[in-house]
């Protein structure tokens, strides 16, 4: 069945869409690699002048080149998808209790960008402050994704095509739009006819198949992190830069269930003012971790 939309969420679309009131849309996102928030901006490069010799340098790299879907879903590439990322540890295995901290952004982030070709360096550190060894998991502490995905909107007898632009705080102490969030706080706006109808509140789900892809989603603490496997060998010695970069596919990475409900139709993203069907992932497909 549907799954049930918070009900603040519920009441804020059901209301305004009735009575065809209309709200503006809310700010746009930084621009890619830019620090996001207000809390200040993190020093990618480790201070004015950079980390001093060589460094490692991590990327994020997106496609979205075909991927083979086996899940038996529905799914669609969202559109304009960034996501915060505010630390990278490494563990020398997979329950390393004492993870080497690469860089760690404190209460910001770096907004990456999630879009077919976008590379993002979202952090870095001197290659020697890395100890030697192979490190078989990267963990990497994520603030928030936004993105923008199509929806038909089931109401009043009505089948409303538009656009679901998405919010979503994954950590807490995440600084958007000028307000300081918390895990699970959102900002859903749904876009038809070049009209907004914006909502948001606090406790939203997570993506119901956290695992996948060579990554699993974790949160604890109030923080989520992507724990990837990887095979990486880091060598301080080199006399060089490092690049530590994440390929992440995103094609149809927007996973959903369809349910056979009157005005339903397959591989249409189905919702109405008070449920939609089941989302089991909104994340990547894949993460592939490897050194350049």
């Not at 799954?3 to 009735?18: D, E, N, Q």
């Not at 207000?38 to 994020?60: C, K, S």
């Not at 505010?86 to 080497?100: F, G, I, T």
């Not at 409303?160 to 632009?165: L, R």
Request: aromatic share 8%.
């Amino acid at each position: 069945m549907p799954r049930r939309l918070p009900a603040a969420l519920a009441t804020a679309l059901l209301v305004p869409l009735m009575l065809a009131f209309l709200v503006p849309l809310a700010g746009c996102p930084p621009e890619r690699g830019e620090p996001g928030g207000d809390a200040g901006t993190p020093a990618l490069d480790g201070g004015a002048d950079g980390p001093a010799g060589p460094q490692l340098v991590f990327h994020v790299r997106t496609s979205t080149a075909p991927f083979p879907h086996a899940d038996g879903l529905a799914g669609q590439t969202a559109r304009d998808a960034w996501q915060g990322i505010r630390s990278l540890h490494l563990l020398r295995a997979p329950d390393d209790s004492a993870p080497v901290l690469v860089f760690d952004h404190g209460d910001d982030f770096v907004e990456a960008g999630y879009n077919d070709g976008d590379d993002t360096i979202v952090g870095r550190a001197a290659l020697a402050s890395i100890p030697a060894g192979v490190y078989v998991r990267a963990r990497i502490g994520v603030t928030h994704s936004r993105y923008t995905v199509a929806s038909t909107l089931h109401v009043a007898g009505a089948a409303i095509p538009g656009d679901y632009d998405c919010l979503q705080a994954l950590s807490d102490r995440t600084t958007l739009d000028g307000q300081v969030r918390a895990l699970g706080w959102y900002r859903y706006t749904f876009l038809t006819a070049g009209h907004a109808y914006p909502t948001e509140g606090s406790n939203a789900p997570l993506p119901l198949q956290p695992e996948t892809g060579g990554f699993t989603m974790k949160t604890f603490g109030g923080q989520t992190v992507y724990d990837v496997d990887a095979a990486l060998a880091v060598d301080p010695s080199v006399g060089r830069d490092v690049a530590v970069i994440a390929d992440v596919n995103m094609d149809h990475s927007f996973r959903w269930q369809d349910e056979a409900l009157p005005g339903y139709l397959p591989g249409v993203y189905d919702t109405t003012p008070t449920s939609f069907e089941p989302v089991w992932r909104f994340g990547a497909n894949s993460f592939a971790l490897s050194l350049e």
